[in-house]
Nanobody, 128 residues
Framework: QVQLVESGGGSVQAGGSLRLSCAASGYTYAANCMAWFRQAPGKEREGVAAIYTGRDDTYYTDSVKGRFTISQDNAKKTVYLQMSNLKPEDTAMYYC?????????????????????WGQGTQVTVSS
């Protein structure tokens, strides 16, 4: 059974930084597209960033470009999301996700329906 465990969330002031981690276990894919989604109260889930672990190809939603960096340690099956210059609008529950089979990232990556496995989420709160 695939398990994704997020950590690193918390409360910070605007302009601050946080690093989220996602440890994956239970699957044997050599490489896969892994992503971070977020959902704020009353809003739809939003794809934040994705990485293809086989080549370090990265993808970002426009609102976080230049502020967030997704990276990975393939040996540890861990994906990170370094978040800098945080804004109150970044406040949300952040989820690590992975598809049900090994695939490269592509234009589909922001579609939450493409992902089978979700972590439990980690809360990020940014105050002004």
């Amino acid at each position: 059974q695939v398990q994704l465990v997020e950590s690193g969330g918390g409360s910070v002031q605007a302009g601050g930084s946080l690093r989220l981690s996602c440890a994956a276990s239970g699957y044997t894919y050599a490489a896969n597209c892994m992503a971070w989604f977020r959902q704020a109260p009353g809003k739809e889930r939003e794809g934040v960033a994705a990485i293809y672990t086989g080549r370090d190809d990265t993808y970002y939603t426009d609102s976080v470009k230049g502020r967030f960096t997704i990276s990975q340690d393939n040996a540890k099956k861990t994906v990170y999301l370094q978040m800098s210059n945080l804004k109150p609008e970044d406040t949300a529950m952040y989820y690590c996700v992975v598809p049900g089979y090994a695939r490269t990232c592509g234009s589909w990556w922001p579609n939450d329906l493409e992902y089978k496995y979700w972590g439990q989420g980690t809360q990020v709160t940014v105050s002004s």
